[in-house]
């Protein structure tokens, strides 16, 4: 395996009843800014826990954080934190609130120019508002790790930034949450977390049994679980493996010392800036795309994926990465999840318009940079 | 799953030539007491490395610290770091120095009474001085945990306690730390891993999955590389796995929101506290007796064991937990450690003492609390 230095601090507070215990984490005496989203913990009465947990708390709400959150939303927030003078902000909400939160909790104390920087020119976080999270939407991992994913609406981007100033204090995750999510989030969190392990997994082999045992262990057991929650709302037991499983997914563990990929995820918020679809919809439409035209650079981990997944012995090769592929969009599908470009009414027009973006761009995708803008076109062209 | 509370913060620095970072991770201006023990890292080079790397760092030495590390010898590193008034304590060495260095760490600011009671009481570590640690041999995992495991010699007692204020701030793994130890610190390493895993798997089902496929990948591959380890001691990347397996096999995560057992560990330490027997051989002899005396308690799990991690499944449930076993002391035995106690000569007086132990002190061992002194000698009479 490769060298890495491997340090996550966030304290997670698993389980049932937990909400309650937000009170014990958040500082003295502080000034606590709430951020969520479109009001959905309202209605499922996460809020009226939260709001009793800290009813001896000073508290400044934001609401209305939308899904694929806006940079222009966020500065609205960064405002009202600055004015407001706050000391802790706790997000309440998915990862689209988390992952807002994050970047309000950077922005806030950026002095050194634009905040877009922060993510347009991967500018340092030097320092960050502290924060911390009441997870209710299992998929992103952003509980457990820096990352943030923000669209810029006017310029139509989406992009990434990550830092370790930004990993939230503490996350609760309460598997009762999961509740009261309707089926096409469950289905979308199953799928992200899913391609989440995928990208740090699907690479080439550095001779790494640790990572690849627990990446296959997660991959097992969101195939195992997911359809469970998706079955039956109030099954606690697989809603708390799905939750666990999203956050291990992505909190930097089984990507230490191995190659990672990423392109799905790069093409994937192309579609999402362009035609506003779901993010982990657009995972499931790129992925099968990259593995089909990555299946040589990628051939010995699709073919132990394929094994140790799917349980596929058999036939050439070349069959078994396309049964492998085969078994991972039926997947996709059984969840509900389209998996190709049409069935979003998505045309050859935004293929052309995604491809002359990454040749602009000029650098290259995946886990050896080899994936050029041609070979972006390809991928897209393989879902139409 | 349980509910369950995880924070890990400890910076793993893993990889080659990472010796040199040390000086990268110390505090500024800081006094730091160098802590080690008898002298391999002299012949190794390991200690010049160190000496290079913080030639303009005030040092302090204490060397000399042993296998199962003495209580007494840790106050007297204790009075050192008073007297001198050191700011940090740099752990060089393996398993043994480190749960010495943790012990120093926190008696050297524990003002509550005799520091003994930190262990003999589990009086609460409330402050300790801040460590790091370089990790010469994979076995113990405690470079990150907050564990420790002290032998009194005066009272023939080894006990352990836990705090998160003794977690090293930061572990530096180099694999190469491998080549030069001796076939049976890597025999013992590879064993002392396993059974972490296996006092955190083979309890009973909670619906666990992602902890339980973990644990299942830990110990495949501790099967797979440590042999391999043996065989060729410059074969890094086996060294790579086999050290990585080491720490995630207990740094909390496998054992968070799980049933625990130490059962096969507490038995143990009376092994070497009577008779100066290896902790990791404590553990081969005792852990087979333990699977037979709870085989019933433990079925469940015996057989998943059995079947994901030796590929049984034919047979009664009956003949699979025998064979599970006897797979077991197949694979300890072809490292090189004897499993029973007269090959340690070890004879039925001492498991008198030890039963006559667990009488006084009244408590139940196990994951169910339900291994009485009774079944402690049950157990070890299973290993004459």
Redesign the interface.
């Known amino acids: 395996?490769?060298?890495?230095?491997?340090?996550?601090?966030?304290?997670?507070?698993?389980?049932?009843?937990?909400i309650s215990k937000v009170a014990e984490e958040i500082p003295l005496n502080a000034k606590i800014m709430l951020t969520y989203g479109g009001g959905s913990i309202k209605k499922t009465g996460v809020y009226d826990q939260i709001k009793l947990a800290l009813k001896d708390v000073e508290l400044v709400e934001f609401g209305g954080i939308e899904v694929n959150p806006h940079y222009e939303t966020c500065m609205q927030a960064v405002e009202l934190a600055k004015t407001e003078k706050v000391d802790f902000i706790l997000s309440v909400g998915g990862g689209s609130v988390l992952d807002a939160t994050k970047f309000i909790a950077a922005a806030a104390l950026y002095s050194d120019g634009d905040p877009w920087d922060i993510i347009a020119k991967q500018a340092r976080v030097k320092k960050a508002i502290p924060l911390g999270a009441i997870l209710t939407l299992p998929a992103t991992g952003s509980e457990m790790n820096g990352n943030s994913v923000i669209t810029r609406v006017s310029s139509q981007e989406k992009m990434a930034f990550s830092s370790p100033k930004v990993m939230p204090k503490f996350s609760i995750l309460d598997p009762e949450c999961v509740f009261t999510l309707p089926d096409k989030q469950v289905a979308n969190g199953i799928v992200d977390a899913f391609i989440h392990v995928i990208e740090q997994y699907l690479t080439f082999d550095v001779?790494?049994?640790?990572q690849?045992?627990?990446a296959?262990?997660?991959l097992?057991?969101l195939i195992?679980?997911g359809p469970k929650v998706l079955a039956d709302r109030k099954d606690y037991?697989s809603a708390?493996?799905f939750m666990?499983?999203a956050t291990?997914a992505l909190n930097g563990?089984i990507g230490?010392?191995v190659p990672q990929d990423w392109a799905t995820h790069m093409i994937g918020h192309e579609l999402t800036a362009f035609h506003g679809i779901d993010h982990a919809r657009t995972l499931a439409i790129v992925l099968p795309g990259v593995m089909h035209v990555k299946r040589e650079s990628k051939k010995d981990k699709i073919l132990q994926y394929g094994e140790r997944i799917w349980g596929i012995t058999s036939g050439t090769d070349d069959e078994k990465i396309d049964t492998s592929i085969a078994k991972t969009v039926e997947f996709f599908e059984s969840l509900g999840l389209p998996t190709t470009l049409p069935e979003y009414d998505v045309d050859i027009d935004t293929i052309a318009k995604i491809t002359s973006r990454f040749e602009e761009r000029g650098f290259k995708l995946g886990e050896k940079a080899d994936i050029d803008f041609n070979e972006v076109e390809a991928i897209l062209m393989d879902r139409l």
Chains 1, 2 share one sequence.
């Open positions: 395996m490769y060298n890495f230095v491997y340090q996550n601090p966030v304290k997670v507070i698993f389980g049932k009843d937990t001779n790494s049994p640790i690849d045992r627990f296959e262990g997660i097992s057991t195992a679980e037991e708390a493996n666990w499983s291990m563990l230490a010392g």
